[in-house]
């Protein structure tokens, strides 16, 4: 899943991206508003973290001149404390969640999950296909109870495609959604990756769409 923060301080950038990556994120980060409407406009995000008070375009005007576009992803606003004002402004300006500043970084990451996760119409943290498990929280992959290993980049796959619901997926959206950046991944790895997965795993879930890219069949809802 990939997370687009815009934020002009340079430690909580740092600290929020950091938090993310580990939380099985991928993180793109703009330090100004001009920049980063540009790139919500033009690239797809599972979740945007925005701050309000930003240079070049505030937070709000971002807002929305995106929903004014059409562009529909999740979006939790960074406010201050007491800016109930700006709060108010902000969800009817489209915005999805918020959190004060200063935040708890667990906080600020279990409202992108569950921004994540709602946005695909999942109710629960634990994402289920079958036998096959992942709690979104440990990021803990389980089939069958008993608990697989699987690398940071096999579990943004797994996360990814599970958080679809079903839905058919290319190459090239996966390679978008769980690289950080376009190095080393030639045209053949995500189909390296998909037959480790599928060894790990050791059973039939990730099905090939011949000609448009992969699916989980994912549960509707989750165990827990
Ligand atoms: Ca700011």
Redesign the pocket.
């Known amino acids: 899943m990939r997370v687009l923060l815009i ?3 340079r430690r ?1 950038v740092a600290d929020v991206s950091k938090a993310l990556f580990n939380a099985g994120f991928v993180v793109e980060s703009c330090t100004d508003g001009e920049n980063g409407w540009f790139r919500g406009a033009h690239e797809n995000f599972d979740v945007v973290v925005l ?5 070049k375009l505030d ?1 709000i005007s971002v807002l929305r001149r995106w929903r004014r576009g059409g562009r529909a992803m999740p979006v939790l606003l ?1 406010t201050a404390r007491d800016g109930w004002r700006e709060k108010v402004q902000g969800i009817d300006a489209g915005a999805d969640d918020h959190l004060s500043k200063p935040f708890h970084m667990e906080e600020l990451v279990a409202r992108v999950r569950a921004l994540a996760r709602r946005a695909k119409g999942h109710a629960s943290a634990v994402l289920a296909a079958g036998p096959l498990e992942i709690d979104t929280r440990s990021k803990a992959v389980t089939v069958g109870g008993q608990s697989v290993a699987v690398s940071p980049l096999e579990y943004r796959l797994l996360s990814y495609l599970l958080h679809q619901g079903g839905r058919v997926v290319s190459q090239g959206e996966i390679r978008e959604h769980i690289y950080s950046d376009d190095k080393d991944n030639d045209s053949n790895a995500i189909e390296v990756l998909v037959a480790r997965l599928r060894r790990k795993l050791d059973m039939p879930v990730i099905k090939t769409v011949r000609g448009h890219g992969y699916v989980v069949e994912a549960d509707a809802s989750g165990s827990a």
């Open positions: 934020e002009d301080e909580i701050d309000l008070g930003l240079p937070g960074l």
